[in-house]
């Protein structure tokens, strides 16, 4: 396993969390292990084990953004009232102004069923 750099508590957590988005996007949430994601990082499953206390654990964090993005999208749409022509455009254009930012977030929440 490769050095760990010199990093912060606040800046492992969130290496972890990008690893992990990345690695489940790719490998699959069901296939990429806790391990793989540390020996990615130079760090020990227990480290990361440190900051999440499950897979599951992490998997949420992982989500978080784009899920309280997606629900923010929904609320407005809600408040707005019904989709109409006019307003159907703009409502897409920033779903996917959501989504393409957060490609991992998007491929790891398409597995979870």
């Known amino acids: 396993m490769p050095a760990a750099p010199d990093r912060s508590g606040a800046e492992t957590r969130a290496a972890i969390i990008d690893t992990a988005a990345r690695m489940f996007r790719t490998k699959g949430y069901e296939t990429a292990t806790l391990g793989e994601i540390a020996e990615e ?3 020990t499953r227990s480290a990361v084990l440190h900051h999440f206390e499950s897979k599951e ?3 949420a964090e992982v989500l978080i953004p784009l899920v309280a993005a997606m629900d923010g999208l929904l609320d407005r ?3 707005a009232g019904r989709l109409t022509p006019r307003t159907r ?3 897409l254009v920033e779903l996917v102004d959501i989504i393409i930012p957060d490609l991992d977030g998007f491929e790891v929440a398409k597995q979870i069923r």
């Open 89 to 91: 455009r703009p409502f």
């Open 77 to 79: 749409r809600e408040a």
């Open 57 to 59: 654990a992490l998997l």
């Open 41 to 43: 990082l130079g760090i």
